[in-house]
């Protein structure tokens, strides 16, 4: 089971403990000022024709002890030694590459700044241009690096490395991201660095989230989100907030891909988190239309997988933006009812409908009857309880902003009654505790949404939404409340059937009789 990596990391260690190595180290303290040139040239050549792996880490090592125990004589070469140094990081062998990448951090002590600043951008150049996650890596050492080793020179050249640093540590290689990550956390102190960097980190966003490497564009999609969260959306990004919204905008142009909902859910994120940017502060008055438009044709996309994730969005944009599209309701309803009937999961399940393990549950399908595979089914709900959340988070209760309050969308209310009561009506799954639970958290998460603060505070339920909410309720009592539930269950139940008492007491319907009559049997 040995890897070859593991193998360079044992020849790495005898290398460092080699007789030879400590011979070569004490004519080291032999140089003087008038034999390092020569020795710098010999060096170079050494090092560019050496082929094994020990010779190669012997390089390295060199360098290292030089910028260490002779810093005074190997000052004036620092920028040579950099050089030399760099040359090494796209080396086959990621064991050699790295050592020279560690070096380069030493080298820094005694490089000039320029130098310093231009090795920044290589390092940018190697993350950014290449599709191999071992230079993504050696990219991550060399900068880490630097951070670590180069002392206070650090200090001056930050924004050469640290923008690359907070982009790279949303890499999806815990491998690469570990080194940019503990680069940031150690050089910053939150949100202040990045607002002191904004305009170095949005301009990689600008140069690369357009990449021929979906994976890069994720990692900078990824980068958008937190960005948005950290810095109050783009009421933190000044001047440069149109141009990210752009950017954005045109990214989600074009055919869906593998990790595109993050480039979606970043446009999402920043644009909840700028309400008043949009409104107010924002050059382009047209930007909510086009937000909107955008996020809806992602939603509309035919990629069922990017589908599912695209939905989710205009959800969340929905629950903070129902004002200024209506028509989005409709749609959202539309598109999220292919995900929570049972035509989905037959649509998604042609191929496999034999598969049976243990005591398997009965699947009836067009009046035939199949074996269910218990971890197909819980896959199956765990997806399902995810879309009903979905629906349970869109769902909005706003005030006119005047008089009237607990205002709400009937025809979002109705669906996520209809989710709810979907849950229990189906042939596709055999519902667990968890679905169980997830009807009284949506019945007390919906019921929290409402105003009732002053006690004076009415809502008008029309009938047909009175009707859809009695048959939760009788669903409830037939479903949760059993001597035979889990205790967590019953709990969820009493707790959803407190709240229930309390937004009926506070319900006018078309006719107060339905509601009286409503509130009796609650009762």
Same mark, same amino acid.
């Given at each position: 089971n040995l890897k070859a990596e593991d193998i360079d990391e044992r020849r790495l260690q005898s290398v460092g403990s080699?007789?030879? &190595?400590? @011979?070569?180290?004490?004519?080291?303290?032999?140089? *003087?000022?008038?034999?390092?040139?020569?020795?710098? %040239? +010999?060096?170079?050549?050494a090092i560019k024709a050496s082929v094994g792996l020990p010779s190669k880490v012997t390089g390295s090592k060199i360098i290292v002890t030089l910028v260490v125990k002779h810093i005074f004589i190997s000052k004036p070469y620092g920028d040579q030694l950099l050089k030399i140094a760099s040359s090494q990081l796209k080396d086959r062998n990621e064991t050699i590459a790295a050592s020279y990448a560690a070096a380069c951090g030493y080298c820094c002590r005694i490089a000039s700044i320029s130098k310093i600043s231009s090795f920044g951008k290589k390092l940018v150049k190697l993350y950014f241009e290449s599709d191999d996650v071992k230079i993504r890596k050696i990219s991550g050492i060399a900068s880490e690096s630097v951070c670590k080793n180069s002392g206070d020179v650090f200090n001056s050249v930050e924004s050469a490395f640290l923008p690359l640093a907070f982009i790279a540590k949303h890499d999806f290689d815990s491998n690469v991201s570990k080194y940019f990550d503990k680069e940031? +956390? *150690?050089?910053?102190?939150? +949100?202040? @660095?990045?607002?002191?960097?904004? %305009?170095?980190?949005?301009? &990689?966003? +600008? !140069?690369?989230?357009?990449?021929? !490497?979906?994976?890069?564009? %994720?990692?900078?999609?990824?980068?958008?989100?937190?960005?948005?969260?950290?810095?109050?959306? @783009?009421?933190? &990004?000044?001047?440069i907030a149109d141009s990210l919204f752009e950017i954005l905008l045109e990214s989600c142009k074009g055919r869906s891909w593998k990790g595109k909902e993050e480039i979606l859910e970043s446009l999402v994120s920043l644009s909840v988190n700028s309400k008043v940017f949009i409104f107010k502060n924002s050059k382009d008055p047209e930007l909510i239309d086009k937000i909107s438009n955008t996020i809806l044709v992602e939603a509309k996309r035919n990629n069922i997988e990017y589908k599912k994730h695209s939905v989710k969005s205009l959800g969340k944009f929905i629950n903070s933006f129902h004002h200024e599209n209506e028509n989005l309701v409709n749609e959202y309803i539309e598109i999220m009812k292919t995900f929570v009937t049972d035509e989905y999961f037959e649509d998604s399940d042609q191929d496999s409908d034999l598969e049976m393990v243990n005591n398997a549950d009965v699947e009836?399908?067009?009046?035939?009857?199949?074996?269910? !595979?218990?971890?197909?089914?819980?896959?199956?709900?765990?997806?399902?309880?995810?879309?009903?959340?979905?629906?349970?988070?869109?769902?909005?209760?706003? !005030? *006119?902003?005047?008089?009237?309050?607990? &205002?709400?969308?009937?025809?979002?209310?109705?669906?996520?009654? *209809?989710?709810i009561i979907g849950v229990f009506n189906t042939h596709y799954i055999k519902n667990s505790w968890k679905s169980k639970i997830l009807i009284g958290d949506c019945v007390i998460e919906v019921i929290n949404k409402f105003n009732f603060a002053d006690g004076d505070s009415k809502v008008v339920v029309q009938l047909d939404c009175l009707e859809k909410l009695e048959q939760v309720y009788e669903l409830m009592r037939g479903e949760c409340h059993d001597q035979d539930a889990l205790q967590n269950v019953l709990i969820s139940y009493i707790r959803a059937m407190k709240k229930l008492k309390e937004f009926v007491r506070f319900s006018v319907a078309a006719s107060g009789e339905d509601v009286v009559e409503f509130q009796r049997r609650v009762d």
């Amino acid at each position: 089971n040995l890897k070859a990596e593991d193998i360079d990391e044992r020849r790495l260690q005898s290398v460092g403990s080699s007789p030879l &190595l400590e @011979a070569i180290e004490r004519l080291l303290g032999l140089l *003087d000022e008038n034999l390092m040139e020569g020795f710098i %040239q +010999s060096l170079k050549s050494a090092i560019k024709a050496s082929v094994g792996l020990p010779s190669k880490v012997t390089g390295s090592k060199i360098i290292v002890t030089l910028v260490v125990k002779h810093i005074f004589i190997s000052k004036p070469y620092g920028d040579q030694l950099l050089k030399i140094a760099s040359s090494q990081l796209k080396d086959r062998n990621e064991t050699i590459a790295a050592s020279y990448a560690a070096a380069c951090g030493y080298c820094c002590r005694i490089a000039s700044i320029s130098k310093i600043s231009s090795f920044g951008k290589k390092l940018v150049k190697l993350y950014f241009e290449s599709d191999d996650v071992k230079i993504r890596k050696i990219s991550g050492i060399a900068s880490e690096s630097v951070c670590k080793n180069s002392g206070d020179v650090f200090n001056s050249v930050e924004s050469a490395f640290l923008p690359l640093a907070f982009i790279a540590k949303h890499d999806f290689d815990s491998n690469v991201s570990k080194y940019f990550d503990k680069e940031w +956390s *150690d050089s910053t102190g939150g +949100s202040g @660095a990045i607002k002191l960097y904004i %305009q170095e980190i949005i301009g &990689l966003i +600008s !140069d690369h989230i357009k990449s021929q !490497d979906f994976q890069v564009r %994720q990692v900078c999609a990824k980068s958008i989100v937190e960005v948005s969260n950290k810095i109050n959306g @783009a009421q933190g &990004l000044g001047p440069i907030a149109d141009s990210l919204f752009e950017i954005l905008l045109e990214s989600c142009k074009g055919r869906s891909w593998k990790g595109k909902e993050e480039i979606l859910e970043s446009l999402v994120s920043l644009s909840v988190n700028s309400k008043v940017f949009i409104f107010k502060n924002s050059k382009d008055p047209e930007l909510i239309d086009k937000i909107s438009n955008t996020i809806l044709v992602e939603a509309k996309r035919n990629n069922i997988e990017y589908k599912k994730h695209s939905v989710k969005s205009l959800g969340k944009f929905i629950n903070s933006f129902h004002h200024e599209n209506e028509n989005l309701v409709n749609e959202y309803i539309e598109i999220m009812k292919t995900f929570v009937t049972d035509e989905y999961f037959e649509d998604s399940d042609q191929d496999s409908d034999l598969e049976m393990v243990n005591n398997a549950d009965v699947e009836v399908k067009n009046n035939k009857k199949f074996k269910v !595979d218990n971890r197909k089914n819980q896959v199956r709900e765990e997806e399902r309880i995810e879309f009903i959340r979905n629906v349970l988070s869109t769902f909005y209760v706003f !005030d *006119d902003g005047e008089i009237i309050k607990n &205002l709400y969308s009937n025809e979002l209310f109705k669906f996520l009654m *209809d989710c709810i009561i979907g849950v229990f009506n189906t042939h596709y799954i055999k519902n667990s505790w968890k679905s169980k639970i997830l009807i009284g958290d949506c019945v007390i998460e919906v019921i929290n949404k409402f105003n009732f603060a002053d006690g004076d505070s009415k809502v008008v339920v029309q009938l047909d939404c009175l009707e859809k909410l009695e048959q939760v309720y009788e669903l409830m009592r037939g479903e949760c409340h059993d001597q035979d539930a889990l205790q967590n269950v019953l709990i969820s139940y009493i707790r959803a059937m407190k709240k229930l008492k309390e937004f009926v007491r506070f319900s006018v319907a078309a006719s107060g009789e339905d509601v009286v009559e409503f509130q009796r049997r609650v009762d």
